[in-house]
């Protein structure tokens, strides 16, 4: 069994920053790719950025320039760090990864969700 959770988010004023984090933790033998996706009221979730197990990264275009994703293998774990924040960015957030279990098996995990408002 595999957990994401994630920490960070909270409340902040328009064009702040904050940061997001995620650690997987169970039986991990290694994780493909790692991202954020987030989901704002009456909206689909979406896509803001992912990182590859090589490091190529992709991004939504709405967060291009603002938004860093990077991953620390070391600790299994996937940040994304958010500036200039604007309040069509406020949504809940949640880390999604590709994992290799320690048995083999590949399957895609989801965190419970971090919320992140961008708000005055």
């Known amino acids: 069994q595999v957990q994401l959770v994630e920490s960070g988010g909270g409340l902040v004023q328009p064009g702040g920053s904050l940061r997001l984090s995620c650690a997987a933790s169970?039986?991990?033998?290694?994780?493909?790719?790692m991202g954020w996706y987030r989901q704002a009221p009456g909206k689909q979730r979406e896509l803001v950025a992912a990182?590859?197990?090589?490091?190529?990264?992709n991004y939504a275009d709405s967060v291009k320039g603002r938004f860093t994703i990077s991953r620390d293998n070391a600790k299994n774990t996937v940040y994304v760090q958010m500036n200039s924040l604007k309040p069509e960015d406020t949504a809940v957030y949640y880390c999604n990864a590709e994992v290799v279990s320690t048995s083999r098996s590949k399957n895609r995990y989801w965190g419970r969700g971090t919320q992140v408002t961008v708000s005055s």
């Open positions: 169970g039986s991990i033998f290694s994780i493909n790719d």
């Open positions: 990182i590859f197990s090589g490091g190529n990264t």
